[in-house]
């Protein structure tokens, strides 16, 4: 025996939706109303390192603007880069292997050497 809501349901699909539900549905966004709405978000553009670069007067956007987003190349990536190039380079990774097999004060001997 089907339950109060389930002959609801079994009813509403016999008749198709009520105007108020067609009414809910026609106020709905559309796919791509939602996806071009981050792109359009005043608070994202406040929080953006970079404004987005308005179109020139032709309506030809340049490289830049086109991509998916005017903040992808942060301006730290550089250092970062270089900062991580000089801290794995083999001097570097000379420096620090030397460092930890050298004595340190206050311990009995160090790892490389023998015990007299």
């Known amino acids: 025996m089907a339950t ?8 509403e699909q016999k008749h198709g939706p009520t105007p108020k539900a067609k009414k ?3 106020a ?7 996806l071009s709405a981050p792109h359009d978000n005043a608070h ?7 404004a987005r670069e308005a179109p020139a007067a032709d309506g030809k956007k340049s490289r830049k603007s086109s991509r998916s987003s005017a903040n992808r190349a942060k301006p730290d990536t550089n ?10 380079s083999p001097e570097a990774r000379f420096r620090r292997s030397k460092a930890r097999a ?7 001997a160090s790892k490389g050497s023998a015990a007299p």
Request: charged share 50%; aromatic share 2%.
């Open 24 to 26: 809910r549905a026609k």
């Open 44 to 50: 994202a553009a406040e929080k953006a390192s970079y």
């Open 4 to 11: 109060k809501a389930e002959r609801v349901h079994a009813e």
């Open 102 to 108: 050298s004595r340190v004060r206050g311990s009995k």
């Open 79 to 88: 250092l970062t880069l270089r900062e991580q190039r000089t801290k794995a």
């Open 28 to 34: 709905k966004k559309t796919r791509a109303e939602k």
